[in-house]
């Protein structure tokens, strides 16, 4: 349902489309819809959106803004996105309301996984 004024979509840049569709779809099970060869959408996940080719990618270190996911089992969690080829660019770690990881996916854009249970 679209909500007057409030955040709706969100779109990412990506070097490899194929590698960062192939991520998501083993470490979270997204599906997608291709518009043609350079742009790839998810639906149904918390906040629709897409990815766009591009050269660049979103880091906070380049003051992006970070996409945090919500996990009841972060260990669980971790590991998928390990198996399908992301890499964490900051381990388990306490912040006030629980604990986190971040992680980039295989063309560089940064994430986050939080949870209020213990890990």
């Not at 050269?55 to 003051?63: F, L, V």
């Not at 295989?106 to 890990?119: I, K, M, R, T, Y």
Request: aromatic letters at 16%; glycine letters at 10%.
């Amino acid at each position: 349902m679209n909500e007057h004024e409030k955040l709706n979509y969100v779109e990412f840049p990506s070097r490899d489309l194929a590698a960062t569709k192939a991520f998501f779809e083993k470490a979270f099970g997204w599906r997608f819809v291709d518009y043609g060869p350079d742009y790839a959408a998810f639906s149904g996940q918390g906040l629709d959106g897409g990815f766009f080719r591009a050269e660049q990618a979103s880091s906070t270190d380049n003051g992006a803004a970070l996409l945090v996911f919500y996990s009841q089992q972060l260990e669980g969690t971790l590991a998928k996105v390990v198996a399908a080829g992301g890499a964490v660019v900051r381990p388990i770690f306490a912040f006030p309301g629980g604990l986190r990881f971040h992680f980039t996916e295989p063309c560089g854009n940064e994430f986050a996984v939080w949870s209020d249970v213990s890990a």
